[in-house]
């Protein structure tokens, strides 16, 4: 494995959908940093969160509470064809930099609060090769060391049973 594994930055296209507290922003109202909206004190019984100057201004006369934007974390996977193609030696080793590609990605997850997984498949999916999504850097440095030794076999089928695997 190289010794110039760095990682990289990232960000998702929309709101995250998790539940658990992380670094991009999130669908979920809760303790976030982000306002969203008001709302009344009985819809939101949280009387800490209480905005006096939209209660003044509410034509009604309710209590106003802030509603603030959770940040979440995700999921992150690494899904990997490892078939017989990856055996070709030309300008750089094929394994070598899936196993970088690997380091590079869990790194830059484990940077974000995200958890990291990983998945690879030839003719099937290599249940061997798995490493459910998880905060463990061990089991990564691990399966990327692995994948120098794995006995790769032709054929890609088992990237369309690989969605089986994936968070939803």
């Known amino acids: ?7 990289f930055q990232y960000r998702l296209p929309r709101p995250a959908v998790g539940v658990f507290p992380g670094a991009h922003p999130g669908q979920m109202v809760g ?3 982000l306002f969203k909206r008001h709302d009344t004190l009985i819809a ?13 201004l509410d034509p009604f006369g309710h209590y106003q509470v802030r509603v603030q934007q959770q940040h979440s974390a995700i999921d992150v996977y690494l899904l990997a064809d490892l078939s017989a ?5 030309g300008g750089y080793d094929k394994r070598r930099s899936l196993a970088d590609m690997l380091l590079s990605i ?5 940077e974000y609060g995200d958890n990291v997984g990983f998945i690879a498949a ?3 999916v290599l249940t061997e090769c798995y490493v459910p999504a ?3 850097l061990g089991r990564i440095q691990a399966m990327a060391k692995h994948l120098e030794n ?6 890609s089928a088992g990237l369309q049973q690989a969605q089986r695997y994936l968070p939803k």
């Open 85 to 89: 193609s990856m055996r070709f030696f």
């Open 134 to 136: 998880g905060k463990h």
């Open 31 to 33: 303790n976030g940093q």
């Open 150 to 155: 794995i006995d790769l076999q032709p054929g």
């Open 106 to 110: 869990a790194a830059s997850a484990l």
């Open 122 to 124: 030839n003719q099937r």
């Open 44 to 56: 939101r019984p949280d009387p800490r969160r209480i905005d006096l100057r939209a209660s003044l």
């Open 1 to 7: 494995m190289s010794d110039t594994i760095k990682p």
